[in-house]
């Protein structure tokens, strides 16, 4: 009877033994990851998911536009991503791409270069870019010239009613003006007024059937983001109104543009994507003058309340020589304090490297100053704002 229990102990132990070494022993998860050589494990905490924001601190770097993309890509090819949402009003892109208009010119400055191209006119067919934004498009805080889509719709109307034509030029140059002055002059102007709703009045006449489709559609949704968006703005004591109905805007017209077998990446500010913002210290002179704290709502926070699960990279750089979508000459210095997140970082590595806050210690939660194209500082519990995060140690001239 011992002997057989002592065969029994004896079998257990080895089934125990070469189970063990079958399976092997479990590697403790990495503090981080290089952005470049361990693009499969980040593929695979970011592929579980059906929304990845992959935020940005500066809009105006190539070098770091191509580091996402390269994850973009990767993500479309091997976690069957198929929609890429753009920071960039809906209203212009869709007539660019409706129309023979070049798509490039559909979107914001941040979106008009080489990087972009395969993603806005098809050539990647794995993934579609989209439009997640409200907010009409300008060059800058010159609201003044007049774009091929409105000169084409003019020309357009003008075939049947020049009055109104006429009105719809003078509103979009308003609507443009509007923005201009408020958002980016800092001028005190209020609620965006007209003498009539042009285009309610160009919807209600004969020929608007007559009209392209994507004339239609442009006047449609014009009317549609005023009614919704715009007319719910003042810009008379800063411009927190604004951004918090940007934020809902754009977390709307992703979930309207998404369906349950799609998965989505969203291209956008750090600003847009942060969970909390109403834990933000704004430490920055503008940004205090602009009441930024007075904002309540964020994309990120909004989509993580829908039925997608959602993961929220925070994108950080360290020190740029220059940024290269700008033609300023603009310079960030390198930050060495621990006090700012991109000082720790970098004073431990000095690489490109994504960093997991569910599997990683790696940053301290604490509160960090941050900054946004190199010099507007804030200050947050990084773990608060991101589900984890990329950091550029320094942008190429």
């Known amino acids: 009877m011992k002997l057989k229990q002592c065969r029994l102990i004896i079998i257990s132990l080895l089934l125990f033994v070469l189970l063990s070494g079958c399976g092997g022993a479990a590697e403790p998860p990495k503090d981080y990851y290089d952005l470049e050589a361990d693009i499969e494990s980040i593929g695979d905490i970011l592929g579980e998911q059906d929304i990845v924001i992959l935020g940005e601190s500066t809009h105006w770097s190539s070098d770091i536009a191509k580091q996402k993309t390269d994850l973009i890509d990767y993500l479309a090819e091997e976690h069957n991503f198929n929609k890429l949402f753009l920071e960039t009003g809906d209203s212009e892109f869709n007539y660019h791409q409706e129309s023979e208009l070049p798509v490039m010119d559909g979107v914001v400055p941040q979106y008009q270069h080489e990087t972009f191209k395969k993603y806005l006119d098809g050539s990647n067919k794995n993934i579609q870019a989209l439009p997640m934004d409200w907010a009409p498009g300008y060059a800058g805080a010159h609201a003044s010239s007049v774009s091929s889509l409105e000169r084409n719709i003019v020309d357009e109307i003008s075939e049947y009613d020049l009055e109104l034509a006429e009105e ?230």
């Open 168 to 397: 719809f030029k003078r509103s979009e140059f308003a609507l443009r003006d509007w923005f201009s002055k408020g958002l980016l002059k800092g001028k005190k102007v209020g609620y965006f007024k007209r003498p009539t709703n042009v285009y309610e009045a160009i919807r209600s006449q004969d020929f608007f059937a007559k009209l392209t489709p994507e004339t239609q559609n442009y006047i449609i949704s014009r009317q549609k983001n005023i009614d919704k968006y715009y007319s719910k703005i003042s810009f008379e004591d800063g411009v927190a109104e604004y951004y918090d109905h940007r934020e809902i805007g754009m977390a709307e017209k992703v979930l309207e543009q998404m369906t349950k077998d799609d998965k989505a990446i969203l291209w956008v500010a750090n600003g847009h994507s942060n969970y909390d913002v109403t834990s933000i210290e704004y430490t920055n002179e503008l940004f205090v003058e602009q009441k930024r704290s007075e904002r309540v709502e964020s994309l990120g926070a909004l989509l993580r309340e829908s039925d997608y699960s959602v993961y929220n990279v925070g994108l950080f750089h360290n020190e740029a020589d220059s940024y290269a979508l700008v033609s300023e000459d603009y310079v960030t210095p390198r930050k060495e304090k621990d006090e700012a997140l991109e000082g720790y970082i970098g004073n431990r590595v000095q690489s490109d490297v994504f960093i997991d806050f569910a599997s990683s210690d790696f940053i301290e939660e604490n509160q960090y100053t941050v900054f946004w194209e190199g010099f507007f500082d804030s200050k947050m519990v990084p773990q608060e704002q991101f589900d984890g995060l990329i950091y550029i140690d320094h942008i190429n001239k």
